[in-house]
């Protein structure tokens, strides 16, 4: 059974680099089936997509947060990380990684996504 | 763009109950939806995929159903454990997500 385990600083100060790393177990990072996705959630409020990347390296992000994320993969430890520059408090959140299946339709010769296995989560505190 | 909305946005009912929440696209999806649950202070799961298609952990009262651009999920008899935020989602053509507010399920 695939699982995904994120870890990281719970506390970062602000103007910092916030720094996570999701390893999974129970499968294989490196497969065409699947991109690997970082999302978020600030207190109180809802979900945010942050950024994909598959084994390749191949990476989509969300526009609000391009210029400050770089997602990278690591096949050889099974494991994709996240790192957003020069946070603020505006970046306290429960962040949490994922796996975004690839679904194959081919009367429409098409592909498509959706997030079939979410990490449990961990929050990241900016804070001095 | 294909949007979709999600209604009601919260909802209030007694145990036993039968919940119903509604999803609609703006454009034909086929069934290419998913629901998630997320529980207060966890993170989301998914629930269901393929408009009706149920995890292998989540019991028998949720069920999906929908095709095209109307979409239902629906709790049968609700339980306290179900409390709970609902998200639908449709699939997309590349790996980019956006989420609405989601509809809130709380015990009268």
């Known amino acids: 059974q695939l699982q995904l385990q994120e870890s990281g600083p719970r506390l970062v100060k602000p103007s910092e680099t916030l720094s996570l790393t999701c390893s999974v177990s129970?499968?294989?990072?490196?497969?065409?089936?699947?991109?690997w996705g970082w999302f978020r959630q600030p207190p109180g409020n809802g979900l945010e997509w942050i950024g994909s990347?598959?084994?390749?390296?191949?990476?989509f992000y969300n526009p609000s947060v391009k210029t400050a994320v770089t997602i990278s993969v690591d096949r050889s430890q099974n494991e994709f990380s996240l790192m957003l520059n020069s946070v603020t408090a505006a970046d306290t959140a429960a962040y949490y990684c994922a796996r975004v299946t690839r679904v194959t339709v081919f009367s429409r010769a098409r592909y498509y996504y959706y997030i079939d296995v979410w990490g449990k989560g961990t929050t990241v505190t900016v804070s001095s | 763009d294909i949007q979709m909305t999600q209604s009601p946005s919260s909802l209030s009912a007694s145990v036993g109950d039968r919940v119903t929440i509604t999803c609609r696209a703006s454009?034909?999806?086929?069934?290419?939806l998913a629901w998630y649950q997320q529980k207060p202070g966890k993170g989301p799961r998914l629930l269901i995929y393929a408009a009706s298609i149920l995890q292998s952990w989540v019991p028998p009262r949720f069920s999906g159903s929908g095709s095209g651009s109307d979409f239902t999920l629906t709790i049968s008899n609700l339980q306290p454990e179900d409390i709970a935020t609902y998200y639908c989602?449709?699939?997309?053509?590349?790996?980019?997500?956006?989420f609405g507010p989601g509809t809130k399920v709380e015990i009268k």
């Open positions: 129970g499968g294989s990072i490196s497969s065409n089936d699947y991109y």
């Open positions: 990347i598959n084994f390749s390296g191949d990476t």
């Open positions: 989602q449709k699939y997309n053509r590349d790996p980019i997500f956006t």
């Open positions: 454009q034909d999806i086929s069934n290419y």
